[in-house]
C-alpha cells in the first residue's frame, strides 16, 4: 500500500515554471513505478509521463518532452515533476500515481493516485 499527496500546484504566467511534489508513504517506495497525469476540463486524463523505481528511466508524453522533467529522491519517498516553459494547454489537474506491476505500457496499470493539484497557466 502506498498513500500519495500531491503539492506545488498554482496559477503561473505562459512561459513559467512550476515544480509539483508528490509525497510517498510507505518503505517500499523504490519498488514502484510513479507516473504523473493529467486532466483538463471536460476531457480525458492524460499520461505526463513516468519514472522508474531506480529512476534510471524516464517517459514523457510527445506534447511535454523538451519541458518537462520528472525526478525521484526515493530517500525521501519523494517524486518531483519540474514543469517549464508552461503553455496554456498545459491547465489541468495534475496527478501523481503509483504502480508495482509489470504492465507493458507504461501509462496503464496504476494502482495508487493522489488527490491531484491544480494547475492554470495564465493566457
Known amino acids: 500500500q502506498v498513500q500519495l499527496v500531491e503539492s506545488g500546484g498554482g496559477l503561473v504566467q505562459i512561459g513559467g515554471s512550476l515544480r509539483l511534489s508528490c509525497a510517498a508513504s510507505?518503505?517500499?517506495?523504490?519498488?514502484?513505478?510513479m507516473g504523473w497525469f493529467r486532466q483538463a476540463p471536460g476531457k480525458e486524463r492524460e499520461f505526463v509521463g513516468a519514472i522508474t523505481g531506480s529512476g534510471g528511466t524516464t517517459y514523457y508524453a510527445d506534447s511535454v518532452k523538451g519541458r518537462f522533467t520528472i525526478s525521484r529522491d526515493n530517500a525521501k519517498n519523494m517524486v518531483v515533476l519540474q514543469m517549464n516553459r508552461l503553455k496554456p494547454e498545459d491547465t489541468a489537474v495534475y496527478y501523481c500515481a503509483a504502480r508495482n506491476t509489470r504492465v507493458l505500457d507504461i501509462a496503464a496499470g496504476y494502482g495508487y493516485w493522489g488527490q491531484g493539484t491544480q494547475v492554470t497557466v495564465a493566457s
Open positions: 510507505g518503505r517500499t517506495f523504490s519498488s514502484y513505478t
